[in-house]
Nanobody
Framework: QVQVVESGGGLVQPGGSLRLSCAVS????????MGWYRQAPGKQRELVAS???????NYADSVKGRFTISRDNAKNTVTLQMNSLKPDDTAVYYC????????WGQGTQVTVSS
């Protein structure tokens, strides 16, 4: 059973940066690919970025070159560095294994607005 706790969201102006963190427990973390997902109001949840057990990363086209996902297997954490934020990045951000399984956390709200 996977348990995740996301943090680091907030209100930021367009062009700003945020760093999201996810603490993972209840599973053999280092063996799983992990992902950051987001859900904007009225839209389906989507995958933003993933990082494999060996560190290989993939990104949605909408965030390539702006977001960076990383993991620390010693600390069971996954981080999403978000730069050059746009209003379209406004959403609740979640982390979960990739593909996702288990319960979703509460997520962390990211609002990009002037």
């Amino acid at each position: 059973q996977v348990q995740v706790v996301e943090s680091g969201g907030g209100l930021v102006q367009p062009g700003g940066s945020l760093r999201l963190s996810c603490a993972v427990s209840g599973t053999a973390f280092s063996f799983y690919a992990m992902g950051w997902y987001r859900q904007a109001p009225g839209k389906q949840r989507e995958l933003v970025a993933s990082v494999g057990s060996g560190g290989r990363t993939n990104y949605a086209d909408s965030v390539k070159g702006r977001f960076t996902i990383s993991r620390d297997n010693a600390k069971n954490t996954v981080t999403l560095q978000m730069n050059s934020l746009k209003p379209d990045d406004t959403a609740v951000y979640y982390c979960n294994p990739f593909p996702p399984f288990g319960a979703w956390g509460q997520g962390t709200q990211v609002t990009v607005s002037s």
